[in-house]
Structure formats: C-alpha cells, structure tokens
C-alpha cells in the first residue's frame, strides 16, 4: 500500500488515491508512514490544505516522536512557516561541516551559527533585530581571512514581522542544517511563527 500510494502521486491519479488509500488511511490499520506518503501524494497533486490535514490527525495519540516532528516540518514547508536554501552546504563525507556558518554582516563576518567539524543534523538559535516588517537574514559559510573565502549562502526573509512603534523589532530565529548540506530557517515573534522564504545570493542584495 505505501509503494502503491507513491505511485499514483507520481501518475497523478487522484481518483484512485481517494478511493483507494484514503479509506485505508481513515481506518487506521496502517502505520504512519502510509500517511505520511498519502499526505505527500496530495500535496504533490496540488490538494495542500487536504495532505496538511492528513498530517495533524497522524500526529494526534501516541504517534512516534520522529514522525510527529518530521510532519510538522512538512506542514511548515507546505505553508510558508520554514524555508530551505538553494545552496549546498560544504560538508565532509563523514557528515561533518567544513567551514563555520555564520551571519554575513554589511561590514564583515557575524557570530558563528554552527562551528566547523560540526556533525549533522545540527542547529541554532538567535536573535534578530528588524526594521520595520520584514527582516533579511544572511548566511556565509567560511570566515574572512581563514583560508578560502566566505560564501554566500543567501538571504532569509522573515515576512509579516509586527514592527515596535519605539524601535527594531526581536524576532527569534533558528537555523537548522540538514545531513544532505542544506539548510533551513524557522522564525517567530512573541510565539506566532512568521513565514519565510529563500533569495538566492545573486538576488539578495
């Protein structure tokens, strides 16, 4: 059934994905990961707000730990609440950073998100000022002055921020690098999550 679910995704066979496994969903005799890829089949054919429905009744009851976290990320992709970059990260085969992430600053290199030889998956947490209602957030991995240099990574920008009538605004971020070199940002202000989105380097200025 989870093999036959992927299939008609790919075919775009939506009739048969709803009389099919949908009834095998709903009856709750399947594990989680037949869900998982009728959620993901819908999204793919274009039924987002049905697949994200599928997702938070799967993580309802005693649902694995992993699974529940893996489909809340898939629902934050699905609606603007994470982004993921178009830049692959420098990694070592054995899963490693090779250079440092850090914040890319107007005038040089920022704090350290994520150290060198650090093992994936891996994240941070940090505070970001914004002016006005968006917030532009730029990475670089490497350091100026430590061997090659830096590379941009693009920007991150954080949208629908409420501005401080008295000054910038603290919005809380976190960056996550993912095991495949990629990384991913979350946001939120005064705990409502904020949508986001990726601009590649050559558009980010």
Not at 42 to 52: E, S, V, Y
Not at 119 to 146: I, K
Not at 152 to 167: E, H, I, Q, W
Request: glycine share 10%.
């Amino acid at each position: 059934m989870l093999q036959y679910s992927a299939m008609l995704g790919d075919a775009g066979d939506l009739a048969r994905l709803e009389t099919v496994v949908q009834p095998a969903v709903s009856g709750g005799r399947f594990s989680k990961r037949l869900d998982w890829n009728f959620a993901q089949s819908l999204h793919q054919l274009g039924k987002t707000p049905q697949a994200i429905e599928i997702l938070r009744r799967a993580q309802m009851g005693d649902a694995p730990a992993d699974f529940k976290a893996a489909a809340e990320s898939a629902i934050e992709y699905w609606t603007g609440l994470r982004a993921q970059s178009g830049e692959h990260l420098e990694v070592h085969q054995s899963g490693q950073l090779l250079r440092s992430v850090l914040l890319k600053l107007e005038d040089g290199d920022g704090g350290i998100l994520l150290n060198a030889r650090q093992g994936l998956p891996a994240q941070h947490r940090f505070p970001w000022r914004a002016q006005g209602n968006e917030a532009r957030v730029r990475l670089q991995q490497g350091q100026t002055g430590f061997g090659d240099a830096p590379r941009d990574l693009g920007t991150f920008v954080v949208k629908n921020v409420t501005p401080n009538a008295d000054g910038p605004t603290t919005v809380e971020c976190r960056v996550e690098a993912t095991p495949d070199g990629r990384l991913t940002l979350t946001a939120g202000q005064n705990s409502r999550k904020l949508p986001v989105e990726w601009v590649a380097p050559s558009s980010a200025a």
